[in-house]
């Protein structure tokens, strides 16, 4: 088994910061140590098989993206990374663990969409990798499979108020689920926007001749948010379902949240980073039809709303627990590209599985966050939200040594041109300049980046069967 010593660094967790030295043996943290200590005498850093110095660095327990759709077959096409090249791009920007969404469609059966996942991701991933499960036709047959989500390492599904025809649940099959989920500590999942009205505004507009990507914002109100998110709340409220709201982006909603959390209810809140970023305006009312690039579901804000800073508000104050991406890329050539003249035919998503560390990094230089908060809401939360901590989202021993190291004095321009490893035509965040770099990057003890150098394979990821959340328990 190698052995690696990351040396003179700053190790940060969710709970503080401290100089400290990192033994890695094998795939797990051995111990931390204080600086420069020895073992039985020896010299460590003589004693291992490779050093790295993380002098004047941080060290954190690599990233949690516990929203990912890698090659999800939506709006009439495919999200354009795959396993392999969703899983590598994560990596190079310090995400060691995706959770994904394995799919139930209308008409088939839950264990065969996830045996489905399963086949996709298997031997593709250059990270560790687990599922939750869409449910998208609550009937007797799934509310059964349900049940046995446990026994597969599943601990957590997702179910939509939105997208009529293809996902939607309606209130009857959202009560039922949840009843199911409360019993067998199932973490529900929610994608909240009310989309029956949501479509009938859709038809409305394009009727006006309204067809240009910034309308897909209009008709998506935050009032459709709201309300769903509160609807939510209720069912859960009235069958026991432990609820975590997906990609929240509208004040409104997080208000709703906060209130039923100060009420004791386990209701919990995700947001991205394209909500704390970027706006109605200023992207998805882009010139032409450039808006498509930021063409995702819940949309953006208007930033005359203060939508945006109630985001980063909450993640200081813990009223939303965590920054997940929703990374579900598409090109803008022969995908996005659909739906010219028709917003409502652009699929919906974005790509940031790469960025998400670095974005939110970016938080702490620009005062919004604490360093620990940014480990805590990118890594630690996640781990306990979905059954996964002690494993991952920490540093210590015993711990999967799934490590960043992080340059506070290093520099990230984000670019297509640039620094770019996802399966996409363009970025979604073009121009954007961090503070910081992720300079190494280990998966389960093995060195996949390395000063701008891919060192990592496809296969390296696992599976990892998720326990039930830890917030719950
Ligand atoms: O626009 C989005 N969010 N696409 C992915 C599907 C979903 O609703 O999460
Ligand atoms: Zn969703
Ligand atoms: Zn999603």
């Known amino acids: 088994m190698a052995t690696t010593l990351i040396s003179g660094g700053t190790v940060v967790t969710a709970t ?69 090249t969703g899983t590598r791009a994560a990596a190079w920007g310090g995400t060691t663990t995706i959770v994904d969404f394995a799919i139930q469609r209308y008409g088939e059966r839950v264990m065969d969409g996830l045996a489905a996942w399963h086949e996709k991701a298997a031997g593709e991933c250059a990270i560790d990798y687990g599922f939750h499960q869409i449910i998208g036709d609550v009937n007797d047959d799934s509310l059964k499979a349900m049940e ?37 500590g199932l973490m529900t999942m929610m994608h909240a926007e009310n989309g029956p009205a949501i479509d009938a505004m859709v038809t409305e507009l394009l009727a006006q001749g309204k067809t240009d990507p910034y309308y897909h914002g209009v008709a998506r109100a935050w009032q459709m948010e709201e309300e769903a998110t509160h ?15 997906v990609h929240v982006s509208a004040k409104p909603a997080v208000e709703q949240l906060a209130a039923a959390r100060d009420n004791g209810q386990n209701v919990f809140g ?45 993640l200081r104050t813990n009223d939303i627990q965590m920054v997940a991406t929703d990374h579900c890329p598409f090109c803008m050539k ?26 939110m990094y970016q938080g702490v230089v620009d005062g919004k966050i604490s360093l620990e908060r940014w480990v805590e809401i990118t890594s630690t939360t996640p781990a306990r939200m979905f059954g996964m901590y002690g494993t991952k989202g920490v540093i ?4 999967d040594a799934d490590v960043v190291i992080y340059d506070p004095n290093g520099h ?7 620094t770019h490893h996802m399966n996409m035509d ?10 910081g770099h992720v300079d190494t990057v280990m998966s389960r003890g093995r060195v996949v980046v390395n000063n701008n150098e891919y060192l990592g394979s496809k296969g390296h990821g696992q599976y990892v069967r998720r326990a039930t959340s830890q917030y719950l328990v």
């Open 334 to 359: 022969g995908q996005k590209d659909m739906g010219v003249g028709d917003f409502s035919k652009i699929p919906n998503g974005i790509g940031s599985v790469e960025h998400r560390m670095d974005l």
């Open 270 to 314: 995700e947001t991205c980073p394209q909500y704390l970023y970027l706006s109605l305006e200023d992207q998805l009312g882009a010139e032409g039809f450039e808006g498509a690039k930021w063409v995702c579901s819940t949309p953006l804000r208007s930033r005359h709303e203060h939508h945006q800073d109630h985001m980063w508000q909450s």
């Open 426 to 435: 363009y970025s979604a965040w073009e121009g954007y300049e961090i503070e």
């Open 231 to 245: 609807r939510a709340i209720m069912l859960a409220n009235l069958t026991g379902a432990p609820l975590y709201v």
């Open 412 to 418: 990230t321009s984000i670019g297509l041109e640039k």
């Open 16 to 84: 503080g910061r401290s100089a400290a030295d990192v033994l890695v043996d094998g795939e797990k943290i051995a111990a931390v140590l204080a600086p420069g200590s020895t073992l039985l005498g020896h010299d460590l850093a003589g004693s291992v098989d490779t050093v790295l110095d993380a002098t004047g660095k941080y060290v954190i327990p690599g990233g949690i993206d516990a929203h990912t759709h890698m090659q999800m077959p939506f709006g009439g096409t495919e999200a354009s990374d795959t396993f392999e």
């Open 148 to 184: 046995t989500l446990p026994d597969e390492g599943v601990s957590s599904y997702k179910l939509f108020m939105a997208y009529p025809g293809v996902f939607y649940s309606d209130d009857a099959q959202i009560y039922k689920a949840m009843r199911v989920g409360a019993e067998t």
């Open 396 to 399: 210590a021993p015993g711990a």
